[in-house]
């Protein structure tokens, strides 16, 4: 599992810098993420007497929070859960637990100014024992990540009816979790459920490895100005998704010739900071 501790520790580093008083909640953490033996997963449901869980904050243009219905618990929860082996990254594991509870796919999610990719929230809970599956009591450390709905309403989920009993959209006072609801209310003004589309790049390749890219220009406002980097560029009027504007951009630079997509060409486009 690559979830190693040191892979871990700098998005520890990050949340504490912004939420020092959190940090005797979080002593357990704290010492699990500094064992460097290799003998220890911070995110293994196997390492006790607590490990790394995920979680994911899903917040809706009316400033709702996803909650869905835990079959096991009983409980009120935002989607989330273990890692497992292929999970490259404690995000990845967050989208993961989405598309599989709720259905919703990676593509309406994104991630928020605010948050980016740090954790929003850590949270500690204790776990009962469950001797069925030969689990003792252990605590979770609960990594939870925040995300904007992309659509302008919520979407119809299709429910992992095996773990999920239903789901509802919780303003943010109505959240159960203490810990969560301080920081949302407390990011009120600033957390609107509203994505803002930024910077799209083109990765143009000749299927050996090789990249084109362009010199930046040398003048005032300019990002990197004189530095080689991919096509791409802010959104303009008129312009919403990424790869008209990878489009424009293409043209541009490079008038007359073959636009991205055509056969010629073999190309992908991303939208910056999204799921």
């Known amino acids: 599992m690559p979830l190693t501790p040191a892979a871990l520790r700098p998005l520890v580093d990050t949340y504490l810098a912004l939420h020092p008083e959190d940090r005797p909640a979080l002593t357990g953490l704290l010492a699990l993420l500094s064992d460097d033996s290799g003998e220890r997963f911070p995110a293994a449901r196997t390492t006790l007497p607590g490990h790394v869980t995920c ?21 009120t929860l935002t989607p989330g859960g273990h890692a497992e082996e292929a999970d490259a990254s404690l995000l990845a594991v967050a989208v993961r637990e989405v598309r599989e509870e709720t259905g919703l796919p990676a593509s309406r999610l994104c991630l928020t100014p605010y948050a980016l990719d740090a954790p929003f929230d850590i949270d500690v809970h204790a776990i009962d024992a469950r001797p069925e599956k030969g689990e003792p009591a252990h605590e979770h450390y609960d990594f939870r ?6 659509d302008d309403a919520p979407p119809a989920l299709a429910l992992q009816e095996e773990e999920v009993t239903g789901a509802t959209w919780l303003p943010f006072p109505e959240i159960r979790s203490t810990t969560l609801r301080a920081k949302l209310l407390a990011s009120e003004r600033e957390l609107d459920g509203t994505p803002q589309p930024l910077n799209a790049s083109l990765l143009l390749h000749d299927g050996h490895g090789r990249y084109l890219l362009h010199l930046r220009d040398m003048r005032e406002g300019i990002w990197e100005p004189g530095a080689f980097a991919l096509l791409g ?11 008209p504007r990878c489009g424009a951009s293409w043209a541009r630079r490079f008038p007359g010739s073959c636009r991205p997509g055509c056969p010629r060409t073999r190309t992908s486009t991303r939208r910056a900071r999204t799921a």
């Open 55 to 75: 979680g994911a904050v899903v917040i809706d243009r009316a400033r709702r929070v996803l909650h869905i219905g835990h079959r096991s618990s009983g409980l």
């Open 145 to 150: 990540f925040l995300f904007y709905l992309t």
């Open 233 to 243: 560029g802010g959104r303009s009027p008129g312009t919403t998704a990424p790869r």
